[in-house]
C-alpha cells in the first residue's frame, strides 16, 4: 500500500523582526549574522497560541485536499511548545476544527519532530485496517522562551506551524513516504535546551529568581554546527545507499530551517548542488518543528514533490535524533 500527501498546509505569523532590528539590540553588525546564519528575519506569534497557529495549517491542509473532516482519522503534533503541559495540543485541534478523529496526541522530538511524527502515522496507517487518513501538524512558538538579548539564539528561532495529511492508497504498493531512518546521538546532549518548566527545573519562585538562564533556550551554536556537519550528511548518505538512491537520481532534499550556511555546507559534503534544494530559513528563520512542514509544504505547492519525484526530507533536534524520510510515487 502507499502512504501519500493529499494536503498541505502552513501558518507564519504576519509579526515578524528582521536582522537588523535584533542586530541593533544586541550592538553586533547585522551582516555578521546573516553572514553565518542565512536568516533576515523571524516571525512572532505575539497573542496567538500554538494551537490557533496549528489550527490555520491543519485548516489549509484539509481545505487544499478536498477531503470531509470526518474522515480525518488521528492528529498527531510534534511540538514541545504546545498552550500547556497537557492536554495535548493534537486534542485542542481535534476540538477546535469539529474533527471526530478517535486517535489524538502529541510527540516531542524538538526539530525532527515532523519526521517522527511523519513516521508514526505512516506505521499506524499500514498497521491499522480501520485508519485511512491521519492529520500530522507541527507548531512551534518559540518567541516566549527566546531570551532577547542572548547573542546565541536571539537571531535563530521564530514561530510557525505546518501540516501535511498523509493517507492510505491501497492501491499503490510501496509509494508515496518510505521508512524513515533514524539515528540518536547523545554526546552531545545538553548543548541545546530549555530547562524551566521540565520536573526537574519546575516554575517556582526560586527558579526565577536564582536560575532565569533555565526559563529561556540555551544554544551553543559552534558545538551544533560541529556536531551536525558530521552526522547530518552521514545518514542522509546511508538512506541513499539503502534505496539504490544516487545523486543523479535525487530531486530534492528538504532540510530542517536551521541556519542556510549549514544546508550549504551539508550540500557541498554531499556532493548535491543546491539546485536540489528549496529553503525558506532566510524569511521565517529557525522554526523548530514546523520547520521541515513548512518547506515541504512550499515544495507541494510548486509541484516539486509528486509522481516519479525522488524526495528527501532531513532534519535534526535537540540531544540529538537525526531523521531521514524518503518519499516517492513510483
Known amino acids: 500500500m502507499g502512504i501519500k500527501i493529499i494536503g498541505a498546509g502552513k501558518y507564519v505569523p504576519p509579526a515578524f523582526e528582521t536582522t537588523e532590528t535584533v542586530a541593533a539590540r544586541l550592538n553586533i553588525p547585522a551582516a555578521d549574522i546573516v553572514h553565518k546564519t542565512g536568516i533576515e528575519k523571524r516571525h512572532l506569534a505575539g497573542d496567538e497560541t500554538a494551537s490557533s497557529m496549528g489550527h490555520k495549517a491543519l485548516e489549509e491542509a484539509i481545505t487544499l485536499s478536498g477531503i470531509e473532516r470526518g474522515s480525518i482519522d488521528g492528529v498527531i503534533v510534534a511540538t514541545f511548545t504546545g498552550d500547556y503541559l497537557y492536554p495535548s495540543t ?79 492508497d491501497d492501491t499503490d504498493a510501496d509509494s508515496g513516504f518510505l521508512p524513515s531512518y533514524f539515528n540518536s546521538n547523545t554526546r552531545n546532549y545538553e548543548l541545546v535546551r530549555l530547562r524551566g518548566g521540565g520536573s526537574s527545573y519546575p516554575h517556582t519562585p526560586e527558579l526565577f529568581a536564582n536560575e532565569p538562564k533555565a526559563l529561556y533556550y540555551e544554544h551553543t551554536g559552534l558545538g551544533v554546527w560541529k556536531e551536525v556537519v558530521v552526522e547530518l550528511p552521514k545518514i542522509i548518505r546511508r538512506a541513499m545507499d539503502d534505496l539504490g538512491w544516487t545523486v543523479a537520481d535525487l530531486d530534492l532534499i528538504l532540510f530542517h530551517q536551521a541556519n542556510l550556511r549549514l ?35 512550499d515544495a507541494y505547492r510548486a509541484g516539486l514533490i509528486g509522481k516519479g519525484k525522488k524526495v528527501l526530507l532531513a532534519s535534526v533536534g535537540a540531544g540529538f535524533i537525526y531523521a531521514v524520510t524518503p518519499y516517492y510515487e513510483r
Do not use: W
Open 263 to 297: 544546508i550549504e555546507y551539508c550540500m557541498a559534503r554531499l556532493k548535491v548542488p543546491m539546485s536540489k534544494s528549496l529553503n525558506n530559513v532566510a524569511e521565517i528563520g529557525n522554526t523548530a518543528e514546523a520547520s521541515v512542514g513548512t518547506v515541504l509544504y
Open 90 to 168: 493534537a486534542l485542542k485541534l481535534v476540538q477546535s476544527l469539529g474533527l471526530r478523529a478517535p486517535l489524538a496526541f502529541d510527540l516531542m522530538s524538538n526539530c525532527a519532530g515532523m519526521q517522527a511524527a511523519i513516521e508514526n502515522a505512516r506505521s499506524l496507517l499500514i498497521g491499522n485496517p480501520t485508519m485511512r487518513t491521519i492529520a500530522v501538524v507541527g507548531v512551534a512558538k518559540q518567541s516566549p522562551f527566546v531570551d532577547p538579548h542572548d547573542e546565541n539564539s536571539a537571531y535563530f528561532f521564530g514561530d510557525a506551524a505546518s501540516a501535511v495529511l498523509l493517507h492510505r
